[in-house]
């Protein structure tokens, strides 16, 4: 019995230890992103050392990776790739890595993000195990806040106050002419003149009386028969 066991043991120990790591992905992720443009590039590096022929990256998002993002899947001939309808995001494939681009982000997708490779074929099926993942960080965008755009149009205004300069300018001119004529009128119907002389106030010591007399208007009436 203690041969048997011994010769199991033996064999165990010449088996290839590369079958044992065979079939192993993987993933690392930078910790942190942060988005100031609304515009994110995550990169997920990783490592196979099987013989998959097919395989396919994914983005997953929340802590329990429950919302799938965007995938990208290729083989030796072709490339697909889809997208979640709520956001906006494509994965491109290089060599030993995945490139997940997302723009038109919001503060509301704000979270964890985590990259998952898995190789579809030949089987078996491969995948790597959960890795830390990536915070990306999209800030808020300030609010520019833009000056009301007046209804009228420019050219309306510039129209419009110049026929009302015109107008007050015009009125203006025809009060004075008025105003003019009406003093014009006042002078002519007056039918007496104050005529009466009256000397200088500086001529007062010099032996002028201190009022002027009384001047006989009826001596220039016309003479009546």
Request: proline share 6%.
């Amino acid at each position: 019995m203690s041969t048997m066991l011994l010769g199991i043991l033996a064999v165990l120990c010449f088996i290839p230890t590369a079958d044992v790591t065979e079939n192993k992905i993987l993933v690392a992720q930078r910790p942190l992103l942060i988005v100031a443009n609304k515009t994110a590039t995550l990169v997920c590096n990783y490592t196979y050392n099987g013989t998959g022929k097919e395989f396919r990256a994914s983005l997953h998002k929340g802590t329990d990776s429950a919302l799938e993002v965007c995938f990208v899947s290729w083989n030796t001939t072709e490339i697909s790739r889809n997208s979640n309808k709520e956001s906006n995001c494509e994965g491109i494939h290089e060599k030993d890595r995945v490139i997940f681009n997302l723009w038109n982000m919001s503060a509301s997708q704000t979270d964890i993000y985590f990259c998952k490779i898995e190789a579809m074929y030949p089987p078996p099926y491969v995948c790597n195990e959960k890795s830390n993942g990536t915070v990306i960080h999209v800030k808020e965008t300030p609010i520019q806040m833009q000056e009301p755009q007046s209804a009228i149009p420019l050219w309306i205004m510039v129209a419009v106050t110049g026929v009302l300069t015109f107008y007050s300018m015009l009125i203006t001119t025809v009060f004075i002419i008025y105003w003019q004529k009406s003093k014009k009128n006042v002078y002519h119907q007056s039918d007496y003149m104050n005529m009466t002389p009256r000397h200088p106030p500086y001529q007062k010591n010099k032996g002028y009386p201190s009022y002027a007399p009384t001047r006989d208007y009826t001596a220039y009436r016309s003479w009546q028969p």
